[in-house]
């Protein structure tokens, strides 16, 4: 399929509801539209169709425009506003470089050159200067906005002690220091909960996705999972689900296959995996407690496929997962790069409603066999 073509079959598309309202239609068991799906970093791939840079999007009138092109072409309702994977590093010292049209990175950690926690105290995201702003911005989207819920993305303990102390010298810190490293983390669960604590003083009870990569398989042995990364999360997650009575969903970039098991026992609702890991065992591993997303792949088929690379894509995805028991969001493996054609968005979307279409909680839709 041509971008003509599908340009042709997008204008067909008139969702018959919001992307708020099929979700948890299709969660209480009704039958709706089509296959619900999360697209992650889709305000990346709006701002690169609307001339905007990732600098750009940090402007609340440019943040509007996407939020409005997202509802007026997709019916996709929602506001975020989240902490990077870096920003509470950023707000307890550590040195962000923010490129024109590119992902923040750390110039200079705050730990730099030694696992001090004198160098470090909690923040008020009230009078933070970094913080302060973000729930300022939060604060103009949901008066924007006001019928649509808000939420926040806030990283996993072990990933924001990484935007503290360098990655090489943490892992290094994890044999010859742990106990600091524990107290390290400790602190990063409460920092993290002091974002979460004012976020729900100023909008209410509100959903928490957690990002948490450094604590995949990848990075971290079994033996450095089960001791640094798990207990802190685990204790991360019930405290957002305490504080909202909403319990909050999870994302872990990289392999996780290992950790699966041990997923059912967190709070969460749903588990997005990452498109390295097999979308069909996962549903397996997970499906009798968890809500399965994900698990096109971000890169090699949103930013660089063709149309019908994404459309093949979204429907195997589909076919491996959409008859999950505790329902399937169809979803990217993880964020959208910069430069992501709103073309291949058009085609994911054109995928969930031709081959998602009719869906159910448990069922694997007929369309999938068009």
């Known amino acids: 399929m041509d971008k003509e073509e599908l340009e ?6 008139k969702p018959e509801m919001t992307s708020s309202e099929r979700t ?27 001339n905007y840079t990732i600098s750009d999007m940090e402007d609340v009138d440019k943040l509007s425009d996407i939020i409005r092109y997202k509802y007026d072409k997709y019916k996709m309702v929602g ?35 030694e696992l001090d926690m004198s160098l470090i105290e909690i923040p008020d995201p009230y009078t933070n200067e970094v913080l302060a702003p973000k729930l300022e911005r939060a604060r103009i989207q949901k008066e924007r906005f006001p019928d649509m819920g808000i939420e926040t993305e806030i990283p996993g303990p072990i990933t924001t002690a990484a935007a503290i102390r360098p990655i090489n010298k943490l892992l290094r ?12 983390l400790e602190f990063c669960i409460e920092a993290n909960m002091a974002w979460a604590r004012a976020f729900k003083d100023e909008f209410g009870p509100s959903s928490v996705m957690v990002v948490d990569p450094v604590g995949c398989d990848d ?3 079994p033996k450095q999972v089960k001791e640094f990364s798990l ?5 991360q997650l019930t405290a957002y689900y305490e504080l909202n009575g909403i319990k909050p969903n999870l994302h872990i970039c990289g392999h996780t296959n290992k950790q699966w098991k041990y997923y059912n026992d967190l709070d969460i609702d749903f588990y997005s995996v990452d498109n390295c890991e097999d979308l069909e065992a996962c549903k397996e591993e997970i499906e009798d407690n968890l ?17 019908d690379d994404v459309i093949e894509s979204v429907r195997e995805c589909i076919a491996k997962a ?49």
């Open 322 to 370: 959409a008859d999950a028991k505790n329902g399937y969001i169809a979803a990217t493996g993880c964020g959208s790069p910069v430069g992501t054609p709103i073309e291949n968005l058009d085609a994911f979307i054109y995928a969930i409603n031709k081959y998602g279409k009719d869906a159910k909680l448990g069922e694997m839709p007929e369309a999938i066999n068009l």
């Open 8 to 13: 042709k079959e997008m204008q067909s598309y």
């Open 231 to 235: 207990p802190y999360l685990k204790r």
């Open 219 to 221: 990075i971290l042995s």
């Open 24 to 50: 948890g239609a299709y969660l209480s068991g009704q039958r709706v539209d089509h296959v619900p799906f999360a697209i992650m970093s889709t305000n990346r791939i709006i701002a690169n169709h609307l």
């Open 173 to 184: 810190d994890l044999r010859k220091r742990p106990d600091e490293v524990k107290k390290l």
């Open 79 to 113: 506001l975020t506003e989240e902490l990077s994977l870096r920003t509470m590093g950023h707000a307890l010292g550590s040195k962000l470089v923010f490129p024109e049209n590119d992902i923040d990175y750390i110039e200079e950690f705050v730990m730099e050159d």
């Open 291 to 307: 809500i399965v997303v994900g698990n096109v792949p971000p890169v090699e088929v949103m930013r660089y496929g063709t149309i």
